[in-house]
């Protein structure tokens, strides 16, 4: 039996391990060295160690793990489970208790390996249809369908507890979902049985459909918000169920508070408190009653600076300080605007500024020390199209402004001083005043022999 075990369950990265008394049941330690046969099975056998393993890219077996006092620990939700297995091809299973607690692993031996990731997509996908939701501390898949990696990044399958380990309240139950004393033996016998009635014509195009289903809600961009959502509120629903979920549940609902209830600051603190103090499992499992409150304001100032509420745009520079706090990509923006503007203010005072768009790129990307990509975002601060120089009121010098833009309180006076900017770089034109039908007088060298300009200016 020791070589029966580890060989179907062999895949030796990343094993988890815990003490079989351990307070929490969430405290498993993964291995970072791989698990040889031998140790395995010492462990195995070891009645106050409890040891699981994980799946490798090709597995020959499944397991749905159907947690005690979830909403499909009972007699009728198990049937509707096996009967939506049915539906892939996988008509007989292994029932076994999975420990003292009393929830239920239900085994599924397949004939001949089959791809790991296709078969996680599967079983969710197929149990789902049938009305069962996979959520933890209810009804969970294993294999899980695991996340994407980033680049030569590793990322593993969820890991579960080996079968009928001794000390850890582990047996086969009958029909009647009765414990029985079967042994290790009895458990490899049933699933030599299981493995010759799967009906694998039916599976292999299903495994295809489960991951041609995922494929496509991953493509979706209104299912990938549709499901973010639904991941939220199932997060929140679910609520406490251990120990050490009180952040992670505060910024489940600060998170969605913000986006899809377009909530902000006090509201969205009281919103996350609220929804807090009456999610189950708060007053067993919360350790920081006492400080909820505070905690509550933290995450809910966090998602106000981080996330928006849906359909509306992310705040801009000006709009995204709070209490006195600017965001560091603002200040970047800030600061690159700011030496764009520098720049060819300092390339006009000196008559260098050129006229091609290709030609000023180049001098602005070296003199302000930015991208081609960060001017094209800045246009109006200049692009020949965009912008345009006009005289200062006062001290002779020059200014740059958007040609579009218009000014809400224009001098009264025109200026008294000629214009400094060359003729050949100025893209402005008189404008005619509309009441005394003629241009203002004054100084300086415009066009028209001797005329002055008004104070408004119009972008050729």
């Not at 490798?56 to 096996?82: F, K, V």
């Not at 076994?96 to 001949?112: D, E, N, Q, V």
């Not at 998602?303 to 209490?323: C, E, M, V, Y």
């Not at 005619?432 to 001797?450: F, I, T, W």
Request: with cysteine; proline share 5%.
């Amino acid at each position: 039996m020791a070589r029966r075990l580890c060989t179907t369950f062999g895949y030796k990265w990343r094993t988890i391990e815990r003490p079989e008394d351990a307070t929490n049941a969430t405290d498993w330690t993964t291995h970072s060295f791989p698990m040889r046969p031998r140790a395995l099975w010492s462990r195995w056998q070891d009645a106050g160690i409890l040891i699981g393993v994980r799946f490798p890219n090709q597995t020959r077996y499944a397991l749905i793990d159907i947690d005690a006092g979830g909403d499909y620990h009972d007699a009728s939700s198990l049937e509707q489970i096996r009967e939506a297995l049915e539906t892939i091809g996988i008509v007989r299973t292994i029932l076994t208790r999975s420990s003292w607690s009393g929830g239920w692993h239900l085994y599924c031996p397949l004939p001949a390996p089959v791809s790991t990731f296709n078969l996680a997509c599967t079983l969710k996908h197929c149990l789902e249809a049938q009305g069962i939701k996979v959520k933890p501390g209810h009804c969970e898949t294993f294999p899980n369908i695991k996340p994407y990696g980033r680049k030569w990044e590793v990322t593993e399958y969820n890991g579960h507890r080996l079968p009928l380990q001794p000390g850890s309240g582990s047996c086969i139950l009958d029909h009647n979902l009765n414990p029985t004393a079967g042994t290790l033996e009895r458990f490899f016998w049933q699933w030599d049985f299981c493995m010759q009635a799967q009906d694998m014509e039916l599976l292999i195009p299903a495994l295809e459909q489960g991951r041609e289903l995922q494929r496509k809600r991953r493509r979706s961009k209104a299912g990938k918000l549709e499901m973010w959502a639904d991941d939220l509120r199932r997060e929140i629903d679910l609520g406490w169920t251990g120990h050490g979920q009180t952040n992670g549940i505060l910024k489940a609902i600060a998170c969605y508070g913000r986006v899809f209830e377009g909530l902000a600051d006090d509201e969205l603190a009281t919103y996350v408190e609220q929804m807090a103090l009456t999610r189950d499992g708060y007053q067993e499992w919360c350790r920081h009653q006492g400080a909820i409150a505070k905690k509550s304001r933290a995450w809910a100032k966090w998602a106000t600076r981080f996330w928006w509420p849906i359909g509306t745009q992310q705040a801009s520079a000006s709009t995204s300080i709070h209490d006195g706090v600017v965001n560091q990509n603002d200040e970047k923006q800030l600061d690159a605007r700011r030496r764009i503007s520098q720049a060819i203010t300092h390339l006009c005072k000196k008559g260098e500024l050129p006229e091609g768009v290709t030609a000023r790129i180049q001098a602005l990307c070296k003199l302000a020390r930015t991208s081609v990509q960060t001017l094209y975002k800045n246009l109006a601060l200049w692009h020949p199209d965009h912008w345009c120089v006009i005289p200062e009121p006062e001290g002779g010098g020059v200014r740059s402004r958007d040609c579009n833009e218009t000014s809400t309180n224009p001098p009264e006076q025109p200026p008294s001083e000629g214009l400094h900017t060359l003729g050949e770089l100025l893209r402005c034109v008189p404008v005619r005043d509309a009441q005394k039908n003629l241009y203002p007088r004054g100084e300086g060298g415009g066009s028209g022999g001797g005329e002055g300009f008004s104070t408004g200016w119009q972008g050729v």
